[in-house]
């Protein structure tokens, strides 16, 4: 078992930052791939970005490219989402997701199906 407790979400003026931030407890954190996902109004959950075990390995939606960055910190059991140039279509519920079954990136790092744990999410609304 794995519990993810997310927070840092927030309301921010398009262009702004925000830092989401997920705990992950109940498992050896370095054992598992991580990533966040969103879920925007009226849509289904979607990929944003993806890290591997060790950190060294990162993933990223096309949409989110060059203006996100995952992190992870084994050492306190935390992984980041780091939000800049912030877009009002980046409104959305965010969610972290464990991956217990690899530690590795690869192309089903973007399915919902791959991911046993989820956070609770946290709102992130972007104004324009």
């Known amino acids: 078992q794995a519990q993810l407790v997310v927070s840092g979400g927030g309301l921010v003026h398009a262009g702004g930052s925000l830092r989401p931030a997920c705990a992950v407890s109940?498992?050896?954190?370095?054992?598992?791939?991580l990533a966040w996902f969103r879920r925007a109004p009226g849509k289904g959950r979607e990929f944003v970005c993806g890290?591997?075990?060790?950190?060294?390995?990162?993933v990223y939606a096309d949409s989110v490219r060059g203006r996100f960055t995952i992190t992870r910190d084994n050492a306190k059991s935390m992984v980041y989402l780091q939000m800049n140039s912030l877009k009002p279509e980046d409104t959305a519920v965010y969610y972290c997701?464990?991956?217990?079954?690899?530690?590795?990136?690869?192309?089903?790092?973007?399915?919902?199906?791959?991911?046993?744990?989820w956070g609770q999410g946290t709102q992130v609304t972007v104004s324009s």
């Open positions: 997701a464990a991956d217990p079954g690899r530690g590795y990136i690869s192309t089903s790092s973007t399915k919902t199906t791959t991911y046993d744990y």
């Open positions: 109940g498992r050896t954190i370095s054992s598992v791939a």
């Open positions: 890290i591997n075990r060790s950190g060294l390995s990162t």
